[in-house]
């Protein structure tokens, strides 16, 4: 019998053939000091090896969530849509690799200084952008600043509101100079907004859609697709497909019906319900990818009644989470507890007490606040996520047995971000995983980030959220997040269903190396720079 240490090794030399980093000799003589007979190491090869990235073809992706509206301003970026092309046509300074660690992008390496009120990028002296310049500090410096000062209309504006300055000691060094330590700030800079371009006289150049990414683009409008083609000067690894064709199909079924027929290779997203059908089809294959990535009904903390912390817990209240994993999202999720912090997170607070279905309770706050029979509207959309209409429907249901009436408002998929979200005081939104809670808390739940989805303000979360930037001892810290979570499960303006799996399909002939970045779906939005064809 092997032991654990032995199939440690086996799984390694399967992870280094699959990425064509292993000789067909050096993988069976380092299988058999593992352990595995020569047949079954020749087997092993053969299956693994089959595996390798190989170039070539054509990657046709049916994307969700798509708007007419949307533009190349990485200020603004919010569909899938624009976050899987900008994965794919641009690039960053840092980047989540397929196991969830931190890796380099336009960065090579970069250091911070003791207290982290420092950090120092050394740029790849190879990154070129898709009309041939070369990737400057410059560029990198223009790209942060488009997102700071006080007339930037940025969504990452709060993430880089601790920088006071950036500069450059040569073409390849940039330094963040912060107003404070800030430990995360390495992976602050994967955020999919801070996309690095060319510098220009007013700032930086977006409108053109060029970029030093993977592929350029060859023709595309947005809401209908995309046609690009690699770039010759890509400066990492991948980009094996010669072509990037993205189609924008926001009907779950008709992207999904594209994928069974072959008209698409990889869909971004595929309809639960039908998630066992499809992983019965032997041409398919179902990434089922546990994530960071929120389920959220953001009630607006300003506007009545939601402004009354008593019918805001009313409303955490009457719902059923278990229910809704079981029901819409098939088990692909757990359950949330209103804090925006996941189990798949660092610094997680075990043990807090769980929300549970209350109806009851529910129903004693809503007198107390003087809104019995409480009478609401909630907006949603299937683009959200597939089964989100169905959720807030079941949520509807739910609430009934506290006396709360809700109607569910199925919006527009076209929009539904730049019409909805932000102005309607209650609806369901999906939030991509980030990689740290302060990344989260500062995007959505800091008093002044654009993104303050419920417009909650709480003086004490706020302090603490400072805190945590600056703590160093990771025990201290993860007390900070612990409160943070309490406050924002008691007081905050958000409710949380779930956290859920990134769900998406391919075709068998798509292959990768079997670890998928839990970011954003498409394995992080790289698919296109990552997978390949087999055959």
Known sequence: MRNKKDLSLIDRLSHEARLGRLSRRDFMRHSAAAGLTAAAATGLWTSEAKAQPKSGGTF????????????????????????????????????INTDQTLG??????????????????KLRDNVTFHDGRKCTADDVIASMNFHRGEASTSAAKALLADVADITKTDDLTVVFTLTGPNADLPWLMTDYHLTIQPA???????????????????????????????????????????????????DPNARQTALVTGDVDAVSAIDLKTMALMQRNPQLIVDNVPSASAITMPMHTNTAPYDDVDVRMALKLAMNREEIVEKIAFGAGTAGNDFHHSPAQPYYPEGLDQLSYDPDQARALLKKAGHENLKINLSSAESIFSGAVDM???YSEQAKAAGIDITVVREPNDGYYSDVWLKKPFCAVAWGARPTPDVMYTLA?????????????????????????SELDDAKRSEIYREMAQIARDDGGTIIPF????????????????????????????AASRWWFDG
């Not at 380099?104 to 990028?121: I, K, L, Q």
């Not at 739940?445 to 930037?469: C, M």
């Open 499 to 526: 956290f859920r799996n990134f769900v998406y399909g391919r075709r068998s002939n798509v292959q990768n190396t079997g670890e998928l970045a839990a970011s954003w779906e498409m394995d992080g939005c790289r």
């Open 104 to 121: 380099g992008d336009v960065a090579e390496d970069w250091s911070g200084s003791e207290d982290a009120s420092e950090w120092t990028f």
């Open 392 to 394: 807030c429907v079941l």
């Open 445 to 469: 739940y800091k008093a002044d980030a654009a993104w303050n989805e419920s417009f909650w303000v709480n003086e004490r979360f706020n302090e603490l959220l400072l805190q945590g930037k």
């Open 200 to 250: 220009s006289e007013d700032g930086i150049e977006w409108r053109n859609g060029i970029g030093c990414g993977p592929y350029k683009i060859v023709d595309g409008e947005f809401g209908v697709g995309f046609k690009l083609e690699r770039h010759d000067g890509w400066h990492g690894e991948g980009a094996y497909f010669d072509a990037v064709e993205m189609i924008a199909i926001n």
């Open 60 to 95: 046709r992706v049916a994307i969700h969530d798509n708007n007419t509206s949307d533009t190349h301003n990485p200020g603004t970026y919010l569909s899938i849509q624009q976050i899987f092309l900008a994965h794919t046509h641009r690039a960053y300074l840092t980047l």
